[in-house]
T-cell receptor, first 113, second 109 residues
């Protein structure tokens, strides 16, 4: 099935633990993004990658890191989770052509206690 | 950066029309998008405007005025399945997309 796969779907995590959210796309899109969605704040961009081997910071990058070793994978790592990182995380990709529409994954719900 | 405002909630009756307004302030404009998001699901693309005017796509239309920093999404012949959040998003000159907080539309029978 073409699209974006995120894992895990849901996770409860103790504060201070390290966590990696996985994101894989099979559409050969060049650009990939990580957003977090919080009630009343909407989607906020954490990090992005315009092409394999490059990454950039979004609006709320602190406490998060990403890597883009190949076109398909774009993992998001929380080095030491804090309760304020409790959120729903969406990975997205775009092919960079025309309107450059974003396609989103189903999301990962993370709770940090 | 972007500053995007849209109403928090709207309620309408099945079969009616609802207009969701979005105003924005941006340091560089490169397109405006509307996404639909049902509860517990991922956002899905609805419409895109980069030039002034109206874009129509079935029951949904989107309008843009760049000089006024204003857009609206028009939903006609409302159906129960249209109950969702509608997200206004602005793309900047670096091709990054910033989202408003979303408007939750509730369609009542």
């Amino acid at each position: 099935i073409a699209g974006i796969t995120q894992a895990p779907t849901s996770q409860i995590l103790a504060a201070g633990r390290r966590m990696t959210l996985r994101c894989t796309q099979d559409m050969r899109h060049n650009a990939m993004y990580w957003y977090r969605q919080d009630l009343g704040l909407g989607l906020r961009l954490i990090h992005y990658s315009n092409t394999a081997g490059t990454t950039g910071k979004g609006e709320v990058p602190d406490g998060y890191s990403v890597s883009r070793a190949n076109t398909d994978d774009f993992p998001l790592t929380l080095a030491s989770a804090v309760p304020s990182q409790t959120s729903v995380y969406f990975c997205a990709s775009s092919d960079g052509s025309g309107a450059n529409v974003l396609t989103f994954g189903a999301g990962s719900r993370l709770t940090v206690l | 950066g972007q500053n995007i405002d849209q109403p928090t909630e709207m309620t309408a009756t099945e079969g009616a029309i609802v207009q969701i307004n979005c105003t924005y302030q941006t340091s560089g404009f490169n397109g405006l998008f509307w996404y639909q998001q049902h509860a517990g699901e991922a956002p899905t693309f609805l419409s895109y405007n980069v030039l002034d005017g109206l874009e129509e796509k079935g029951r949904f239309s989107s309008f843009l005025s760049r000089s006024k920093g204003y857009s609206y999404l028009l939903l006609k012949e409302l159906q129960m399945k249209d109950s969702a959040s509608y997200l206004c998003a602005v793309r900047d000159s670096d091709y990054k997309l910033s989202f408003g907080a979303g408007t939750t539309v509730t369609v009542r029978a």
